[in-house]
């Protein structure tokens, strides 16, 4: 899915609204009653809304999977709309995922939440046995929205690479590309495969410090930091 000019500009910034809104959430624990759309003060079917739900994928309904936190209809609607509205490229893995795992998200959140069945099967993994470390550490943080607390093909696989994802991870944080970094890490902290000399923890919580400006990289490390936690 891609988006140029005024529309592109738009939807990055609704990106960034709802990712800062759902870190917020993470941050501050399930305390309070979370409804994402109705923060948004849009409809459930902006066309923008629902092309920023589809950048972020299950990463909408971040709140109830690591905390239990009610879903509003109005979130439902939201996902369930950017999954109908932006239908996977079955040639592109990052697509094909990012869509499974926004269904799949649905499908488990509550009754009629999906836009439709969830696939009975994964997508394929057989991508993430070869390439390039900086291969694998692009394409796992493409996919960071599914490094969550429900168990999935891509952990397994994550753990098998996980000096190559060390490795992508201290590049990103010397190259300050803190989503990246974050991404990376959150997956590293999902498989629970980080080795010790890594400092995996320190390296999220600078990122939180000097890289949050971007509100998915603050998303990615909440989520990271939840996860070690052992939430959910």
């Known amino acids: 899915m891609t988006t140029t000019g005024r529309n592109g500009s738009a939807v990055h910034e609704t990106v960034q609204r709802i990712a800062h809104t759902v870190a917020s959430a993470l941050h501050n624990g399930g305390g309070n009653p979370f409804d994402l759309s109705a923060s948004l003060i849009t409809h459930a079917d902006d066309p923008v809304a629902l092309a920023a739900a589809r950048v972020l994928g299950a990463d909408v309904l971040a709140p109830w ?37 926004l269904t799949a998200a649905l499908h488990r959140a509550g009754p009629g939440g999906a836009p439709a069945a969830v696939a009975a099967a994964e997508p394929e993994v057989a991508w993430a046995v070869d390439g390039s470390w900086q291969q694998i550490t692009h394409r796992f943080a493409q996919l960071a929205s599914l490094a969550g607390p429900t168990a999935t093909a891509l952990l397994p696989a994550a753990a098998a690479r996980a000096d190559d994802l060390s490795r992508g991870f201290v ?47 603050a998303l990615h490390v909440r989520a990271a930091q939840a996860l070690a936690r052992g939430e959910r």
């Not at 996902?79 to 795992?101: E, I, K, N, Q, Y």
């Not at 990246?180 to 080795?195: D, K, S, T």
């Open 65 to 101: 999977a690591f905390l239990g936190m009610p879903v509003s209809q109005g979130d439902l609607a939201l996902a369930g709309g950017a999954a109908r509205a932006f239908p996977p490229d079955t040639s592109s893995v990052p697509s094909t995922w990012t869509h499974w795992g």
């Open 171 to 217: 590049r990103a944080m010397r190259r300050q590309d803190w989503v990246q970094a974050a991404a990376v890490g959150r997956w590293l902290a999902a498989a629970g495969c980080a080795p010790a000399s890594l400092g995996l923890a320190a390296g999220l919580a600078l990122v939180a410090q000097v890289g949050a400006g971007d509100a998915r990289a």
